[in-house]
């Protein structure tokens, strides 16, 4: 353990997100998502739900300000006006952590296409449906880190 670092925040994932520069993308899947065959680097957080992850990672990686979006969601197929409930709760996630930020809802095959470009996926096992994120990573500024 470490003060100050999210417990669900593991090695490998915290270096992942110290890696990750601005712009780049992370994707937190569910159970259902097919994590292993997209390409990027995939760091499993089994047991952990994609919503829990999604505020573990949120408290320490700001998003992206100098887009239009940063953050998406896949939205349901044959409904995409539907709202899920785990997106009501990233969306509740991302705006207590990140500020004034919209998710973004994305056909699912445009989801996996931007999912294939992402830096690393956290794979989860988030049992309800369309419980999957992209976060694109945004700017730390000198006074948001201490360095003493």
Known sequence: MLKGIHPLLGPDLLH????????????????????????????????????????????????????????????????PDAMPEVCTEFQQIVSKHAGDFRIVPVERFAFYAMARKATYIVATTEFRLYGNLILKKGVVHPHEVDQA
């Open 16 to 79: 992942a997100l110290k890696t990750m520069g601005h712009g780049d993308d992370i994707v937190i899947s569910d159970a259902n998502f097919p994590s292993g065959s997209m390409g990027p680097p995939v760091i499993r957080a089994d047991g952990v739900s994609a919503t829990a992850m999604a505020e573990a990672i949120l408290t320490h990686m700001p998003l992206d300000t100098f887009v239009p979006e940063a953050a998406w969601r896949m939205e349901v197929v044959g409904d």
